[in-house]
């Protein structure tokens, strides 16, 4: 019996350990693994819907091909609900779009791939969102972000609504040109509150040298936005009247911390 049960006690131990390894989804030491996420800086529309169809992403690493052949490019498919509202995607909210283990290196640049089947609601309005030819092979976003061999990363593509969807002059059609940035999640940035939350919808924007990256405060009055290089930003509040435009200078980012001004309370004209 005392031998049946030894060989009973290393199957088991046996079982745990192909069990572990079985849900171990940590990278290789010579590789790392990035998950992908999407989010969004929104604009002043009810909804705005997007169809999301894959992701492509270039790494140079040693061995690697550099260049433009779609052969270099790693393509990672969007297994989720294909359409995406993308102000479903704010105040920390986002979507993973996929994951995948590169080897060592550096992401040099990805492309988002969207469908034909994009559209904006307002006021209880659908109306369509034109989509140029040119951004059939995909939105190309520069990144420049080195990864290392057993580390995890998280690489978020931040979609800027408002300054993405254009009206086009004679005919009157509404288009969809997305600015994108990517960053690494870990990156520095700002966030905050504003309030009262009648003075919704808020425009928040970020600006410094050179650099102005806008968004809006969501439901509760949080804003944030990330991936700002570290330095001294002005942060400006934009609000519907009657409140009044407020902002504030000299808000310091520090490499890898995030920084929190005074929560702003906007005042109503008389």
């Not at 690493?61 to 102000?87: A, C, F, H, K, R």
């Not at 690494?184 to 919704?200: H, S």
């Amino acid at each position: 019996m005392k031998t049946l049960s030894t060989i009973f006690g290393l199957f088991a131990i046996l079982l745990l350990a192909a069990s572990c390894d079985a849900f171990d989804d940590s990278p290789s030491s010579s590789e790392a693994k990035v998950n992908f996420h999407l989010v969004d800086a929104p604009g002043d529309y009810d909804e705005v819907w997007i169809e999301v169809l894959a992701l492509r992403v270039k790494v140079d690493y040693d061995g690697g091909e550099m260049d433009e052949d779609e052969e270099s490019w790693e393509e990672i498919t969007y297994e989720g609900p294909q359409m995406v509202n993308l102000l479903d995607l704010t105040g920390g909210h986002s979507i993973l779009l996929g994951s995948e283990d590169f080897p060592e290196g550096e992401i040099d640049q990805i492309r988002l791939i969207l469908g034909d089947n994009n559209y904006l609601v307002q006021d209880g309005k659908e109306i369509d969102l034109k989509t140029p030819s040119a951004q059939q092979s995909g939105l190309k976003i520069k990144v420049d972000q080195e990864i290392h061999g057993g580390e995890t990363y998280d690489l978020v593509i931040d979609f800027d609504v408002a300054k993405s969807i254009v009206t086009a002059g004679n005919s009157g059609n509404v288009i969809l040109k997305p600015v994108l940035r990517a960053y690494l999640d870990e990156t520095q940035g700002i966030q905050g509150q504003v309030f009262p939350l009648e003075a919704q919808p808020v425009q928040v924007t970020v600006s410094a040298q050179g650099v102005e990256i806008s968004t809006f405060a969501d439901a509760s009055g949080n804003y944030a936005v990330m991936g700002l290089a570290p330095g001294s930003y002005s942060v400006s509040f934009t609000p519907q009247a009657p409140y009044t435009a407020e902002s504030v200078s000299g808000v310091v980012v520090i490499d890898d911390e995030v920084t929190t001004p005074e929560v702003i309370t906007l005042e109503a004209k008389p």
